[in-house]
Protein backbone atom coordinates (compact mmCIF):
# COMPACT_ATOMS: atom_id res chain seq x y z
CA UNK A 1 0.00 0.00 0.00
CA UNK A 2 1.05 3.55 -1.00
CA UNK A 3 2.20 5.76 2.38
CA UNK A 4 -0.03 8.01 3.59
CA UNK A 5 0.08 11.72 2.67
CA UNK A 6 1.58 14.49 4.00
CA UNK A 7 2.59 17.82 2.29
CA UNK A 8 6.04 18.23 1.89
CA UNK A 9 6.86 21.48 3.63
CA UNK A 10 4.87 23.90 5.80
CA UNK A 11 6.79 26.99 7.55
CA UNK A 12 5.33 29.55 10.27
CA UNK A 13 6.66 32.20 12.16
CA UNK A 14 7.43 32.01 15.90
CA UNK A 15 4.10 32.35 17.84
CA UNK A 16 2.47 31.50 15.05
CA UNK A 17 -0.05 28.48 14.92
CA UNK A 18 0.57 25.62 12.16
CA UNK A 19 -1.40 22.64 11.16
CA UNK A 20 0.06 20.06 8.53
CA UNK A 21 -1.80 17.37 7.62
CA UNK A 22 -1.80 12.94 7.35
CA UNK A 23 -3.96 12.03 4.58
CA UNK A 24 -5.20 8.24 3.92
CA UNK A 25 -8.55 6.50 3.16
CA UNK A 26 -11.48 4.89 4.65
CA UNK A 27 -9.24 2.01 5.44
CA UNK A 28 -6.83 3.39 7.79
CA UNK A 29 -7.13 7.25 9.03
CA UNK A 30 -10.53 6.94 8.07
CA UNK A 31 -11.94 3.81 9.92
CA UNK A 32 -9.21 3.61 13.10
CA UNK A 33 -8.44 5.80 15.86
CA UNK A 34 -4.79 4.61 15.50
CA UNK A 35 -2.83 7.73 14.32
CA UNK A 36 0.45 8.75 15.98
CA UNK A 37 2.98 11.57 14.86
CA UNK A 38 6.42 11.69 15.39
CA UNK A 39 8.73 14.37 15.45
CA UNK A 40 12.53 13.96 13.72
CA UNK A 41 15.06 16.06 13.95
CA UNK A 42 17.55 15.78 11.19
CA UNK A 43 20.32 13.17 12.38
CA UNK A 44 18.38 11.35 15.03
CA UNK A 45 15.85 9.49 15.85
CA UNK A 46 12.12 9.89 15.80
CA UNK A 47 10.19 11.02 19.19
CA UNK A 48 6.59 10.17 19.64
CA UNK A 49 4.61 13.76 20.15
CA UNK A 50 0.57 12.69 19.85
CA UNK A 51 -0.78 8.87 19.95
CA UNK A 52 -4.12 7.69 19.26
CA UNK A 53 -4.75 10.56 17.10
CA UNK A 54 -5.19 13.01 20.11
CA UNK A 55 -3.67 11.50 23.03
CA UNK A 56 -0.19 13.70 24.40
CA UNK A 57 2.22 11.67 25.98
CA UNK A 58 3.58 13.26 29.16
CA UNK A 59 6.72 15.89 28.63
CA UNK A 60 5.18 16.36 25.10
CA UNK A 61 4.62 19.91 25.30
CA UNK A 62 0.41 21.30 25.41
CA UNK A 63 1.44 23.09 22.64
CA UNK A 64 1.13 20.05 20.29
CA UNK A 65 -2.50 18.91 19.49
CA UNK A 66 -3.98 16.13 17.40
CA UNK A 67 -7.26 15.57 15.81
CA UNK A 68 -9.01 14.07 12.86
CA UNK A 69 -11.94 14.41 10.41
CA UNK A 70 -12.59 11.98 8.20
CA UNK A 71 -9.75 10.47 6.32
CA UNK A 72 -7.50 13.03 7.08
CA UNK A 73 -5.28 13.22 10.48
CA UNK A 74 -4.25 16.26 11.52
CA UNK A 75 -1.19 18.02 13.76
CA UNK A 76 -1.56 21.59 15.02
CA UNK A 77 1.42 23.20 16.72
CA UNK A 78 1.18 26.61 18.82
CA UNK A 79 3.06 29.25 19.81
CA UNK A 80 5.85 28.09 17.26
CA UNK A 81 9.53 27.82 18.43
CA UNK A 82 12.54 27.60 16.85
CA UNK A 83 13.42 23.84 18.08
CA UNK A 84 10.00 22.80 16.80
CA UNK A 85 12.05 23.08 12.92
CA UNK A 86 12.21 19.37 12.20
CA UNK A 87 10.24 16.53 10.10
CA UNK A 88 7.04 15.10 11.16
CA UNK A 89 5.76 11.82 10.51
CA UNK A 90 2.57 10.20 10.92
CA UNK A 91 1.41 6.72 11.00
CA UNK A 92 -1.58 4.46 10.72
CA UNK A 93 -3.03 1.13 11.72
CA UNK A 94 -4.43 -0.58 8.45
CA UNK A 95 -4.56 -3.70 9.66
CA UNK A 96 -4.32 -6.66 12.08
CA UNK A 97 -0.47 -7.29 10.86
CA UNK A 98 0.42 -3.70 9.12
CA UNK A 99 1.38 -0.18 10.59
CA UNK A 100 2.06 2.36 7.25
CA UNK A 101 3.78 6.31 7.83
CA UNK A 102 3.54 9.15 5.75
CA UNK A 103 6.12 10.54 3.40
CA UNK A 104 6.70 13.48 6.07
CA UNK A 105 6.42 16.88 6.17
CA UNK A 106 9.64 19.25 6.96
CA UNK A 107 8.47 21.90 9.10
CA UNK A 108 10.39 25.51 8.88
CA UNK A 109 10.20 28.31 11.33
CA UNK A 110 10.81 31.45 9.76
CA UNK B 1 13.12 6.01 32.95
CA UNK B 2 13.38 3.27 29.58
CA UNK B 3 16.05 3.40 27.54
CA UNK B 4 16.15 1.41 24.21
CA UNK B 5 19.96 0.88 23.34
CA UNK B 6 20.73 -0.77 19.94
CA UNK B 7 24.57 -2.21 18.06
CA UNK B 8 26.51 -0.63 16.10
CA UNK B 9 26.68 0.42 12.12
CA UNK B 10 27.11 -2.61 9.87
CA UNK B 11 28.76 -2.88 6.76
CA UNK B 12 27.57 -5.73 4.54
CA UNK B 13 28.36 -7.34 0.97
CA UNK B 14 25.39 -7.73 -1.11
CA UNK B 15 23.75 -11.16 -0.92
CA UNK B 16 24.78 -11.06 2.93
CA UNK B 17 22.18 -10.83 5.83
CA UNK B 18 22.58 -7.96 8.79
CA UNK B 19 21.03 -9.01 12.05
CA UNK B 20 20.72 -5.77 14.59
CA UNK B 21 19.85 -6.03 18.15
CA UNK B 22 18.21 -4.15 20.42
CA UNK B 23 17.86 -3.96 24.20
CA UNK B 24 15.14 -2.13 26.35
CA UNK B 25 16.07 -0.95 29.81
CA UNK B 26 14.17 0.29 33.07
CA UNK B 27 11.26 -2.09 32.38
CA UNK B 28 10.16 -5.96 32.36
CA UNK B 29 11.10 -7.77 29.44
CA UNK B 30 7.57 -9.34 29.33
CA UNK B 31 5.44 -6.10 29.30
CA UNK B 32 6.20 -4.52 26.04
CA UNK B 33 6.64 -5.11 22.29
CA UNK B 34 9.41 -4.08 20.00
CA UNK B 35 8.96 -2.31 16.23
CA UNK B 36 11.14 -2.35 13.07
CA UNK B 37 11.27 0.62 11.29
CA UNK B 38 14.09 2.01 8.54
CA UNK B 39 15.01 5.34 6.59
CA UNK B 40 17.11 5.29 3.86
CA UNK B 41 19.28 8.21 3.00
CA UNK B 42 16.95 11.25 2.44
CA UNK B 43 14.07 9.05 2.67
CA UNK B 44 10.38 8.32 4.64
CA UNK B 45 10.19 6.00 8.05
CA UNK B 46 9.30 2.79 6.95
CA UNK B 47 7.70 0.32 8.79
CA UNK B 48 9.28 -3.12 8.82
CA UNK B 49 7.77 -5.24 11.37
CA UNK B 50 7.31 -5.90 15.11
CA UNK B 51 7.61 -8.82 18.18
CA UNK B 52 5.63 -9.25 21.15
CA UNK B 53 8.70 -9.68 23.84
CA UNK B 54 6.38 -11.44 25.78
CA UNK B 55 5.52 -14.18 24.05
CA UNK B 56 7.51 -13.84 20.34
CA UNK B 57 4.25 -13.38 18.39
CA UNK B 58 5.53 -11.42 15.40
CA UNK B 59 4.07 -9.42 12.40
CA UNK B 60 5.69 -8.47 9.31
CA UNK B 61 4.78 -5.54 6.89
CA UNK B 62 4.18 -7.97 3.17
CA UNK B 63 7.01 -5.74 1.58
CA UNK B 64 9.53 -7.13 3.65
CA UNK B 65 7.65 -10.72 4.47
CA UNK B 66 9.96 -13.76 3.66
CA UNK B 67 13.15 -11.80 4.10
CA UNK B 68 12.83 -9.97 7.82
CA UNK B 69 12.59 -12.60 10.76
CA UNK B 70 12.42 -10.87 14.35
CA UNK B 71 13.32 -12.87 17.03
CA UNK B 72 14.05 -12.50 21.07
CA UNK B 73 16.28 -13.74 23.87
CA UNK B 74 14.43 -13.54 26.66
CA UNK B 75 17.73 -14.46 29.09
CA UNK B 76 19.02 -11.79 27.57
CA UNK B 77 16.35 -9.54 27.42
CA UNK B 78 17.15 -8.51 23.60
CA UNK B 79 15.29 -8.32 20.22
CA UNK B 80 16.77 -9.58 17.00
CA UNK B 81 15.96 -8.35 13.55
CA UNK B 82 17.50 -9.60 10.70
CA UNK B 83 17.20 -9.00 7.02
CA UNK B 84 18.73 -11.09 4.18
CA UNK B 85 19.28 -11.06 0.63
CA UNK B 86 20.51 -7.55 1.11
CA UNK B 87 21.13 -5.01 -1.73
CA UNK B 88 21.97 -1.59 -2.45
CA UNK B 89 18.54 -0.45 -1.74
CA UNK B 90 18.51 -1.88 1.80
CA UNK B 91 21.55 0.69 3.22
CA UNK B 92 19.18 2.92 5.75
CA UNK B 93 18.97 3.54 9.17
CA UNK B 94 17.22 0.59 11.09
CA UNK B 95 15.27 1.77 14.35
CA UNK B 96 14.03 0.06 17.13
CA UNK B 97 11.48 1.16 19.41
CA UNK B 98 9.27 -0.28 21.83
CA UNK B 99 5.36 -0.15 21.74
CA UNK B 100 2.91 -1.25 23.95
CA UNK B 101 2.50 -5.28 24.00
CA UNK B 102 -1.36 -5.69 23.78
CA UNK B 103 -1.62 -2.87 21.60
CA UNK B 104 0.67 -2.71 18.97
CA UNK B 105 -0.62 0.30 16.62
CA UNK B 106 -1.16 3.21 19.31
CA UNK B 107 2.23 4.10 19.79
CA UNK B 108 6.63 4.09 19.41
CA UNK B 109 8.39 5.37 22.84
CA UNK B 110 11.14 5.83 23.15
CA UNK B 111 13.07 4.55 20.19
CA UNK B 112 16.19 3.43 19.94
CA UNK B 113 19.72 5.62 18.46
CA UNK B 114 19.15 3.75 15.25
CA UNK B 115 22.06 1.58 13.19
CA UNK B 116 23.14 2.19 10.20
CA UNK B 117 23.54 -0.28 7.51
CA UNK B 118 25.82 0.23 5.09
CA UNK B 119 25.14 -2.82 1.55
CA UNK B 120 27.97 -2.44 -0.57
CA UNK B 121 30.20 -4.18 -3.06
Known amino acids: QSALTQPASVSGSPGQSITMSCTGTNRDVGDYNLVSWYQQHPGKAPKLMIHEVNKRPSGVSDRFSGSKSGNTASLTISGLQAEDEADYYCCSYIDSSTLIFGGGTKLTVL | QVQVVQSGPDVKKPGASVKVSCKASGLTFSTYGIHWVRQAPGQRLEWMGW????????KYSKRFQGRVTITRDPSASTIYMELSSLTAEDTAVYYC??????????????WGQGTRVTVSS
Open chain 2, 51 to 58: INAANGNT
Open chain 2, 97 to 110: ARSSDTCFACWFDP
